[in-house]
């Protein structure tokens, strides 16, 4: 009994050294203390320990000495190696930013080793803080995410106040976000000929016609075509369509080519009447790579690259120049400074374009269009000379020189409004004016409104005269959000149609430059999985295939991504739906877009930390019994599926496939 007592004694002493000892090793290491230059967020850099106004943290009535303030959408992954015990913070919006008129919801996430941990209840401005004590003790890998679950408000500081991890073992430690190998999923096209591009193809009676015809396959190939309308020519050699455009009406042309290895034929038809851009326009903008760099030389040698890649065999087309290619007042660079037009009021380019007429007739020499920028207001968003009083005069102008495309940037519009009640009349004003002023041109001119979603855009931009309509503001680098512009898109549906589509701006991935200081272009931080969503996701919305990045550098993989004709096929698609979004969680939704020949292409999108399956039940898809599912960026056709179609779809990721009923 006594032994038993002693020896008792003896283990609770043990265990209470053991316990002490244990206690004695644990140490409080702050999250503020790690490198946060591995924060992922939306904008700007994380804030830590002190907010922007030089003020402590303050969530509802609690006032914090330490923490890490993030912006929306915000991810960090942190490598614990198994070290900590516990991860304790409080979590909320912080007081320091005035929420303005959206209200915006949030929510804090927390997972280990790829499986939810915690998550807050749904956190907006002025809410009380919410207490996170979480055991984390044989974890390898923690991420504390900060999501949008309502209104996107990206200015709000949102707090993990007070965040400490209570450490036994090695000390937690900030790592990059994991990052795939680039894995080209497509077959390189065979040496047989392919046709691709759009099967439809819109033009005014009349005006002037140029159309290369796309296809893959090994050169030299022979082109020639059954019923081309009277006044078209294709060169045999080149594929190149030129000549006037038919009298009104639909032209059902038949184009072959063919080379040492096969042949191929796809119906082509020429819809000549009022509507352009009867499927989305597709092509290069040099914004995002060149800003104010951008010269006459670098446009050309876009046309070049564009012809040598493949790109323009894939079916891009329009080489597009944005702002800077006018005079400004006052500039660092005196190449870009001048006159803003010369005596008789004509718009002057800068002397980086000597020569637009020639530049366009050499992007037209490749078969190639070409694509101007200008603003309705005084000045372009860049400071360059605008349109503004002088729109029928510039229009004329851009037809003479020979382009084939408008950008209509609103930038300095509000200027001349002459009031800050922009009613819908004043939105509209100036695009139903250049619209109906590009109508009368003797040129096919595609019109691009850019007036960042603004009234509803896609409500009356095909009405005054638009082809295609900015629907937000520039993606510019907060690439993080691509997943919400692509769903908040998806409810713009209903007004794409041939001729009519909403534009979530550029394709960003390759090599992307900075509109400011030197800026010069560097590779995207886009995962590549992040890559294939864009694209993907893209496609399904019938979005304009404008690729704004440094052709210059065009690599494998990113030309892979572009090039792809089946995934192509899916924006280009007859019959002009854009995809709807079904089933939104906070972090994932479905993407469906009807088809001409009856499929349906869906992107099964996840936005999230980790991997999540996703399913597709036959009847949200509004389709019965067997359907062959097709991997699109495989090009390979999966499995016959019944009822509904389950995968795995990775971090940040898209799978993209066509469904199609099996032929009976
Ligand atoms: C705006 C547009 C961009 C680009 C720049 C040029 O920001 O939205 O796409 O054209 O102007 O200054």
């Known amino acids: 009994m006594k032994n038993k007592y002693y020896r008792a004694l003896a283990a609770t002493s043990l265990s209470l050294v053991v316990l002490f000892s244990s206690f004695q090793a644990n140490k409080t290491i702050w999250l503020s203390s790690l490198d946060l230059t591995k924060m992922v967020q939306g904008a700007g850099k994380p804030v830590i320990d002190i907010n922007k106004n030089k003020k402590p943290f303050s969530v509802g009535k609690d006032v914090f000495e330490k923490g890490v303030g993030t912006r929306v959408k915000s991810y960090v992954w942190i490598n614990l190696a198994g070290g900590s015990e516990r991860f304790m913070a409080y979590a909320g919006v912080d007081n320091d930013t005035a929420p303005g008129s959206v209200i915006s919801t949030h929510r804090f996430k927390i997972y280990g080793d790829g499986k939810p941990l915690w998550q807050s209840v749904p956190m907006s401005y002025g809410d009380a803080a919410e207490k996170v004590d979480i055991d984390v003790r044989g974890i390898k890998t923690l991420i504390l995410e900060v999501i949008n679950i309502g209104e996107n408000n990206s200015n709000l500081q949102l707090d993990w106040a007070d965040a400490h991890f209570i450490v036994s073992g090695q000390n937690p430690e900030a790592i990059e976000p994991p990052r795939e190998a680039e894995v080209i999923l497509t077959p390189t096209p065979g040496l047989r000929p392919h046709i691709n591009g759009p099967k439809v193809y819109g033009c005014h009676p009349g005006n002037p016609f140029l159309y290369r015809i796309p296809a893959t396959g090994i050169r030299p190939m022979l082109f020639t075509a059954n019923h081309l309308p009277a006044g078209l020519t294709l060169n045999t050699t080149t594929g190149i369509i030129t000549g006037n455009a038919p009298e009104r009406g639909d032209f059902n042309v038949v184009l072959h080519t063919k080379n040492a290895h096969g042949s191929d034929s796809r119906i082509f038809k020429i819809s000549s009447g009022d509507i352009l851009a009867l499927t989305p326009p597709m092509g290069w903008n040099d914004w995002y790579a060149h800003y104010r760099r951008i010269t006459d030389k670098m446009m050309r040698e876009a046309a070049d690259i564009m012809i040598s890649s493949g790109m323009a065999d894939a079916g891009y087309q329009y080489v597009n120049v944005d702002d800077c290619w006018m005079n400004k007042d006052k500039d660092a660079d005196a190449g870009r400074v001048g006159p803003p037009r010369d005596a008789q009021g004509n718009i002057l380019s800068n002397s980086y374009f000597p020569d637009m007429k020639a530049m366009t007739d050499y992007i037209h020499s490749k078969g190639l269009k070409a694509g101007i920028y200008t603003s309705p207001g005084p000045k372009t968003c860049g400071g360059y000379t605008g349109s503004y009083q002088y729109e029928a005069q510039d229009a004329k102008q851009f037809a003479d020189w020979g382009f084939d495309f408008l950008k209509y940037d609103w930038c300095s519009y509000s200027r001349v409004t002459g009031t800050k009640n922009i009613t819908s009349e004043i939105h509209q004003k100036p695009y139903r004016l250049m619209g109906a002023i590009l109508k009368e041109q003797k040129r096919d001119m595609v019109f691009n409104l850019c007036q960042y979603g603004n009234d509803q855009v896609w409500k009356w931009g095909f009405e005054v005269g638009g082809s295609s309509w900015r629907t937000g503001g520039d993606l510019g680098f907060g690439l993080n959000g691509l997943f919400d512009v692509a769903f908040k898109n998806a409810g713009y549906a209903a007004y794409a149609k041939p001729g009519a589509w909403n534009d979530p701006d550029y ?112 009847p949200e898809a509004n389709i019965k019994g067997k359907q062959v599912i097709r991997d699109l960026w495989k090009q390979k056709n999966i499995g016959i599926y019944q009822g509904k179609y389950s995968v795995m779809v990775p971090r940040h990721g898209v799978v993209m496939v066509k469904i199609s009923s099996v032929k009976k």
Not at 513 to 524: D, E, I, K, Q, R
Not at 533 to 555: E, I
Request: proline letters at 5%; a negative charge.
């Open 507 to 618: 394709i960003q991935i390759g090599y992307v430059g900075s509109a400011f200081g030197g800026g010069l272009p560097v590779h995207t931080n886009l995962t590549p999985n992040e890559q294939y969503a864009f694209m993907s996701m893209w496609s399904l919305l019938a979005a304009p295939l404008v690729y704004s990045a440094d052709l210059s550098k065009l690599d494998k993989f990113t030309l892979n991504i572009l090039c792809n004709p089946e995934v192509i096929e899916i924006d280009q698609d007859p019959l002009g739906e854009a995809a709807k979004a079904i089933r939104k969680t906070e972090e994932s939704f479905i993407l469906i877009k009807n088809l001409e020949d009856g499929s349906k292409a869906v992107g099964l999108c996840n936005n999230g930390e980790i991997p999540i399956n996703m399913t597709l039940n036959w």
